[in-house]
């Protein structure tokens, strides 16, 4: 597929890293997200790893830079003060909260799916020299991260969320039945700002982001207390994405342990129980890997771009391939981030239908170390088209490549330096 420059869209992605840079750290775009994203902020660094390793590593120490004493690695930071942002820092009133210490950054008090460990390594395998001293350093941060991960939220072998946000798939469908039985009575006044800067069709409803707010506050009540969270809270849900991004990273740093002689007997016993969990995800209904809420044990019945998933977690498992093979014929644009057969398919609306190009990522890698070269192939193929026919957007409509959400978007540009673009091998 060599239909569009590959060397201009190279440079343009360049530039979009450049122009998130503020300085150590990266926001996903202007305006939309002004702070320090967690995940997004590991894709960043993968990104700046194809042009600048330095700062690759740079971007993964400032997000370590707001490390709670418990382990835990925020999902945003707080670097500085954006009134145009909700909910701010005053909104998720961390300060204080147990677990967190001294940790110097104001943050929120929940994580976001656990790609860093996997990012740093491929980081490393870029330039080893450069970065043995790096990864040496950053190792026990991301041991104390996975630690927290397994004792706070892994309780079913599955890694659990305790609000959507965590997952990255903020309004998909796999939270339905545990949002509904949340009555946001009490919800704080509050304006939000996302509308301002992207059409509202595009973004979750209002009644959604009540119980965002409602969980946040909830949470703020405990003071953060993931052991009364976890026995209090109405949303418990184990979730596919945060179970193979966390199995992922296991193997991940299990390869960094032997790189940089430290031990891996621990993170060892984490693979093998979150193999275990993650079996407990395959939901034969849907045939495929599934949320499941853990207050009702009720499978969410959500095919999602999650669901296939379990190979970039390592998962050798073939029964997926017969849903994935419907969803890749069902879709010019793949992988949507949620069936287009099912009810609650929306091509538009943030993660009930649309394609994002860092899921693609990770969902056509894990397939090609598996043995679905055809598959992993049709996906970056579709990324790379999406990109070069409609730009470094947010996201896309599976349908016919609308550009949705933010624009020059930072993780977007770093998945096509990275991975998609022709110049990254053949397409």
Known sequence: MTDFDAAVLDAEAERILRLNDRGGYTVPTEGLY?????????????????????????????LFSGQWENGMVPHILFHRTDPGYF???????TEGALGRGD???PSSGISQ??????LAWRIYRADPHAGRGRLVALFPKLMAYHRWI???????????????????????????EAMAGIEPVGVEPYTRRDTGHVDPRMRPTQADYDRYIWLVQFARDRRW???????????RVADPTLTFTALRSARDLMQAAREIGEDHGEIAEWVARLEEGAAGLWNPAIGAYDAKNLRTGNFAGSLSNASFLSWWGGLSDDRPRAALTRILDASEYALPSYDPAGPRFDALRYWRGPVWAVMNFMAASGMAEQGLAAEALRIRRDTARLIAENGFAEYFSPEDGTPAGGATFTWTAAVWLAWASPSRGEM
Do not use: C, K
């Not at 902020?41 to 993964?60: P, V």
């Not at 799916?113 to 996997?118: D, E, G, K």
């Not at 993931?226 to 949303?235: K, L, M, Q």
């Open 225 to 235: 207390d993931e052991t009364a969270i976890a026995a209090e809270s109405p949303f």
């Open 87 to 93: 909910p701010g820092p005053e909104v998720w009133g």
């Open 150 to 176: 397994m004792a706070s939220r892994a309780e079913s072998g599955a890694v659990a969320i305790s609000h959507p946000w965590e997952a990255g798939r903020d309004n998909a469908p796999d939270w339905d």
């Open 103 to 105: 940790a110097p950054v």
């Open 34 to 62: 002004p702070y320090q994203w967690n995940w997004d902020s590991a894709f960043a660094g993968l990104g700046f790893a194809s042009f600048d390793i330095g700062r690759a590593w740079i971007e993964l120490e400032t």
């Open 113 to 118: 799916p656990p790609v860093a460990a996997s």
